[in-house]
């Protein structure tokens, strides 16, 4: 099925769109549009109206994130992008940079208009240098339209968009670490309250949304709140999303669907289906830190309401598809190992959790493991998840629930059998 | 205020206390790690969890990050937040090494108790431990990463408390790493905090190390000797020897930390030089012959002929016993401090103060810091450290000094010579800046600018710089803040204070001095002072100590004048013996004995384990407090908690001496000293270089140099010179260059610094070598090493 597209709607796989490839296709009309015409409460108050929800993993509202922020208050004000894509499984906001990086930048001018803030950075993972470049290039192209910069379209309104290259750790992703880290400190998340809209970055207030989410702003802006909203096939979604597809699948490619789009038509029709014919069994439906599909969900929509009654989450929508020969308590370890590395290690369940967790899935692994492992692996779960400092350690646990939630048979398989069964 | 009612038990507590205080008050301990009274919440460690059951934040919550709320029900016990504290510990414990039998910590870690108060006793981990390598982090701090626990309280003390910038938290996950970029000794002088505030042995006190067992510590709660600010301590020893120093709390005062040269400079209470019996003449004898002898002496010469000195280090009690000796014996020349003008100026400081001194509470909670003739971090650490607070908080902090005062943060800074001091500070009363030049006219401005702006705004002094005249002109400037600011001088001894109170307005030492050449005085008794090491003019000295018949030296250090006196009586050190030291506010703290005195026991390992022969003495346990001496010379035998209350009944200005609680302040009073200023500053000419003695963390203080501890910190003797002074000599930085004054010569290295002025050298007391005890300035020539003698 072909469906309509807004941010993929200039791709030419392997090609970049700059400014006059941009121009064409309506680009900065969005921008033009509202510096006319709009007041920035309008702004605020349509995108609120679209239902546009962050595409950084939390999906929440950005109208309302929006509405929290004092854009009338003196002094600096930030606007922060968040580019630190480093859930595994996700690599949408790198596609969509490498495709049409002004949209990027239009976006961030409106909000930056919407905010009131005179200074937007974009927080960009060192392992996307050529999306820092294309970003660079797009800046520069902006400013010399006149789109960017110093009063701009003769507004009154300024607006600077600096490009920062970070070391790129997972935990720069959490909006506190990153602000901590773009102030140059250590990255270790902020305790919350103050919300980063009230003492963000450089201790002023500040809005951290995503790349997806601020690309998705000219379209609501040129196209209407209804309309965007009309563009998702549920009624609680709004808008189209960027799957990135990946694992057992004969095309691992990111598209751009309707929110709302079942899984068995990402896995079975844009997917191309599991690899060499084999048995849809798992997937991961939003990155790493969501907890696990199973065949028996392959009907469910994929918006953030629907998927919640599934018992999941939408996050990034990196989708992750593993065959039925795939060990799941393998899959989990993989997993808790990766964010056990990528711990920044401020709190304990995250920092020393983490590792004993893995620890006990190696157990199981190695066939070793005993029914008081099983009960050890319940407590651990049930005292990291929603006990740590920042998410990071809670979305870990995501792929943990989601073991026990479809997979705890095979948990006890590995105790019986005193092995690994797909080994 | 806000009740609530935590394990069924209510209790009213002021709003903003969170969960954890509020239990606390009920007795009730919530285990915790990263959460510490000075540094605040910051809910890494996660095992203070407790259930909320009311509505209002329902669940488990870290007792430290909640608000006590009016209503609030708090379950420490319930399952889930027991169950979740067990799973921290068992995490905490996953990579701690079980090496408590070997480990410094052993008995005070808080990560033993809080693993019991946690109620996970099995090891369900099978798994390896993470190890680290250690770094040499110095002298004073010994690293053992492998039992770090990772709550991060060393980098916040470190960093975020004392703003220190060589030591921070490296890596991540489970490898995080707390030291230093590279192996070296931390540069902090608050670097020793780390062993007070690591809830475990991650990092210790290297000088106490393999030392004892904290259950084997004698301890009792002290009072710092080492500058006028009291910051409260507590020293431990074992086997006769004072072992450490830890910090004590003081809210007022030092909070919950203090200085490295407070913490690691004990050891003059073990010197071994330290002299433990009587002498007379250089022979050994016994106390009582020694007192009958001083005793025989003073009658035989009369009283009016005997001059009396205590000093600025001595107890109180001992300088109220020295007075009545005195006036018993029939002498009008008694004296407690021996360098005139920093008598002068404690003596200026306590008649003209108002009643709007300030503690270093107040210091921490002001908004505008001026400092005038004030080093903080050399002559007073925690002071800076107090300032740093207020600064972190938003302070603004400005500086008029003659050094180029280095601060552990941000401030603007004036470089002036000592001697304009008096005149800037009543320049900014008068507002009048004509004589001055534009770029401090700039600065002046900018400072009455903020003073006006802050709500308060507090003056700090240092007395050895600013001098009676200064410290006169700082309190009448101080009359014109806010109601709400104040003022604060810091001065020398831990007692001068005390010392400058019971003086009064009489004779200060010059004319002790001037008596002793006129031979009206020809017997001098010193407790606890040494005029041969704290007394500025060495020649005026010597002149007239040849004229001296008799004199008698009462000390715990031994010092020059220990060699020169006829009779010698060993003191009690302060960590031997009860007393009260008045600081430098005005507040009373007294200090009680850890150790009773004696030759500290020595166990070397190699078979010679002593006792191996059993006496009923202790060996070396001749010296007795002071106090006790001279009550015992007096005729009068007094316990310290009678005298206490003789002296509150003799002067009321005492009154509360005899009451237990700590830290009263006590009255200030009216007098001001009747000296005058015998020199000026000499030779005003400008081409005259002029030897300014300053303050040094680690070398000024008639202690200090007898505490081996802090032998390998000491800096080098070396000079500070200004760039053109260092241009027209011909030195760079880094030469050696001999320097020459009426005193004598000294081959020292030149440090030149940017921030010095013209005409003014800077000699750091770094100990031995510094030949000055500082407080006034003297001419000085600089010849390059190898020039021709002239």
New interface residues.
Partial sequence: MKHPQLLFKNRIPGETVFFDGYRKSGGYEGLEKTIKSMSPAEVTELVKASGLCGRGGAGFPTGTKWSFFPSDQPGPKYLVCNCDEMEPGTYKDGVLLRTDPHQLIEGMIITAYALQTPEAYVFIRYAYEDCAQNLERAVAEAKEAGYLGKDILGSGFSCEIHVHRSAGRYICGEETALLSGLEGRRPNPRLKPPFPAVRGLFDRPTTVNNVETLANIQHIVTGGADWFKSLALTEEGAGTKLFGLSGHLEKTECFELPLGVTLDEIVNEHGGGVRGGKKFKACLPGGASTPYLAANHLDVPLDFTAITRAGSRLGTAGVTVFDEETCMVAVTLNLIRFFARESCGWCTPCRDGLPYVAWLLEQFEQGEATEEHLENLRGQFRNIAGRSFCALAEGAMGPVEGLFNCFEEELVDHIKKGRCPFK | MVTLTIDNQSITVPKGTTVLDAAEKLGIVVPHFCYHEALGA??????C?VYIETEQSKG?QMSC?VEAAEGMVVNTLEP?AV??RQ??I???M??HPHDCPVCDEGGECQLQDMTIAGGQSIR????KKRTYSNQELGPFIEQEMNRCI?C?RCVRTYRDYFGGTDFG?M??????FFGRFEPGRLESPFSGNLADVCPTGVFTDKTYRFKSRYWDLQEAESICPHCSLGCATIPGGRYRELQRVRSGTSKEVNGHFICDRGRFGYGYVNHPDRLRVPRINGEECDRHEALAAINDKIEKLGGEAVGFLGSSRTALETNAMIKSWAEQSGSKSVCFECHPQRDNAARSWVALRGDRGRSLADIRRSDFILLLGSDPLNEAPMLAAAIRQAESSGSQVAVIDARPVKLPFKAAHLVVRPEKLSTIIRALKSGAFDNFERHEQLFFEGVLKSIKKAERPILVGGGDLLQAEGVAALCELMAQLPEAGGDFVHLSGPNSYGAAMLSGAAPDFETILDDIITGKIRALVCVESDPFADYPDRKRLQEALSKLEFLVVADYINGPAAAKADIFLPTAAPAESAGTYINCEGRMQRFKPVLKPGEPLRITGDGGHPPRRFSHETPGDQPRSAAEFIANLVGQPVTINDLRQQIAADDDRFSGLDQPEQGMLCRANGELPTTVNREDVPGKGDDLLHLLPVADLFGSGPLLSYCSALDAVRSAPCVVLSESDAASIGVANGENVSLQTAEGKLAVEVRIDAKALPGLVLIPQTGADAFLPGGVMIPCSIRKNGARDE
């Fill in positions: 910051v809910g890494a460690c996660r095992l969890a488990v990050l889930t169950e979740l799973h921290v068992e995490w905490l996953t990579n369900r981990y099978r798994g990772q991060y938290v890596g991540s996950r489970n490898r995080v």
